[in-house]
C-alpha cells in the first residue's frame, strides 16, 4: 500500500466523484477539487460561510455545499468554473439538502420540516412538496431515479407519497400502518419499499410501486425494536438489524424470516475464524523491550483458538440510546457476505455467509469499531476504530496497517474510490489516500499475513 500526503478537512467532507475522476473536500469555507491520480488541484472555490454538507451531482459535473446556518446552499460548476448558483432559504432555514439523481434539481428541507424545496438548474423553477416528516430517513430515491419516496406526517399520521422526478408529479400516496415511521427505503430494483417504525415498536412493512402493502413483519413485542436496516445488492433479503443483538433476514419471496444471526459474547463454533488485533511489542537490540515511544504501537492479527470470549459493555439503563443491538449493516458487492457491528460487543466485526446462512468469521480490534465499509467492487472490507490503523479483510485474510505520518493520524472514518483502487481515510482535520495494489496483488498480501498470524 501507498499513502498520500496529509491534507487539511473540516467535518469530514471528503467526497470521491461518482465517476472517480475527481475528489472534493472542505476546508473552513474552501472547496478543493482535486484529481484523484496526481492529486493535483484542479479548482479553488471560495463558499460565503463554513460548509456543513458536500455531495456531488450523479453526472459528477457539479457540486453542492450546504451552509445550514445561513440558510444557503451554493453549486459549483467543474466544467464552467466561473459560472456558479446560490440558493438562499431566508427565513425558511435549511436543515438538509441533496440533489436529485439527473444531477440537475436540489432539494432543501426548511427548518422544522415544513417543506421541501425543489429548485431547477435549468429552468430556474421552483416546486414545494409539503408535510415532509422529521425522521431517521425520510427521503428515498429509487436506483434508476424514476422515483421518489417521501415519508411524510399529517393529521398525527403517517404516509408514504412517491413522485415521478421527471416532473415532480404525485404518482401515489398512501397511509402507513406505523405509530411513528422512522425510515423508508427503496430495494435496489426498485420495485419494493420497505419502511419500518420507531424503535417502541417492531414493525417492518413492506410496499409496492402502487402503494399496495405487501407484507408485514414484526419479530417480538414490548420491547426495543428495529435500529438498522440493509438490502442486499441483489435485493434478495433484506437486514434488519435489532436491540436484542441479533439480525433478521427476510427473504424476496415470501417476505419471512429465513433465518436469524445472533451476536454472543462467546465464540464456540469451530467452523468461525476469530481474529484478534493484538499490539507487537518491538525489542530492543539485546532483545529486550524497547524504550515507550510517542508513535502509536504497531499491531498485527492473530488467529484466536476456539472457545474465545469477546469484550462486552454493560449499556447504562438510564440514557437514551443505550448501546445495545445491531447499529451497523453492510452487505458486499456481489451479497454473499454481510458485515454487522453489535454494539454492546463495540471492538467486533462479524462477517456472516449469505451463501451457507452462517458466521464466517470475527475480528475483535484493540478499540470500538468506528465505521466499517465494503470496496465497490469486490469482497473486501474496510475497517477503522479511530486509531491510527486501517484495517483490510477478504476471504484470504485480513490486515492491519499503519498509516505514516509525524503525528497521530486517527481514522474516524473512511470511504472507497469506485474502483477499490484507493480509500480515502478521514481524521478530525485531516485526510489522506491509501493506495491499493490490484486485486491479485493485495489478496496475496493479504493471504500471506493471514498465513503467518
Known sequence: MNFSEVFKLTSQLCKFSPDGKYLASCAQYRLVVREVRSLQVLQLFTCLDQVQHLEWSADSLFILCAMYKRGLVQVWSLEQPEWHCRIDEGSAGLVASCWSPDGRHILNTTEFHLRITVWSLCTKSVSYIKYPKACQQGISFSRDG????????????????????????????????????????????????????????????????????????????????????????????????????????????????????????????????????????????????????????????????????????KPAADRANPKIGVGL????????????RNDNVPNAVWVWDMQKLRLFVVLEQLGPVRSFQWDPQRPRLAICSGGSKVYLWSPAGCVSVQVPGEGDFQVLSLCWHVTGASLALLSKDHFCLCFLETEDEADGAIGQLGAHT
Not at 329 to 340: G, K, V
Open 329 to 340: 449493516l453492510a452487505f458486499s458487492p456481489d451479497s454473499y457476505f454481510l458485515a454487522t
Open 146 to 313: 424514476r422515483y421518489l419516496a417521501l415519508a411524510e406526517r399529517r393529521d398525527c399520521k403517517d404516509y408514504v407519497s412517491i413522485f415521478v422526478c421527471s416532473d415532480w408529479q404525485l404518482l401515489r400516496h398512501f397511509d402507513t400502518d406505523t405509530q411513528d415511521l422512522a425510515g423508508i427505503e427503496w430495494a435496489p430494483n426498485g420495485c419494493v419499499l420497505a419502511v419500518w417504525d420507531t424503535c417502541l415498536e417492531y414493525k417492518v412493512l413492506l410496499y409496492s410501486l402502487d402503494g399496495r402493502q405487501l407484507a408485514a413483519y414484526c419479530a417480538y413485542e414490548w420491547s426495543l425494536g428495529v435500529k438498522s436496516v440493509a438490502w442486499s445488492p441483489s435485493s434478495q433479503f433484506l437486514a434488519v438489524g435489532s436491540y436484542d443483538g441479533k439480525v433478521r433476514i427476510l427473504n424476496h419471496v415470501t417476505w419471512k424470516m429465513l433465518t436469524e444471526f445472533a451476536h454472543p459474547a462467546a465464540i464456540s463454533d469451530p467452523r468461525v475464524v476469530v481474529y484478534k488485533e493484538a499490539e507487537k511489542s518491538p525489542r530492543g537490540a539485546l532483545g529486550r523491550p524497547a524504550c515507550p515511544s510517542f508513535r502509536a504501537a504497531e499491531s498485527k492479527y492473530e488467529i484466536a483458538a476456539v472457545p474465545v470470549s469477546l469484550q462486552t459493555l
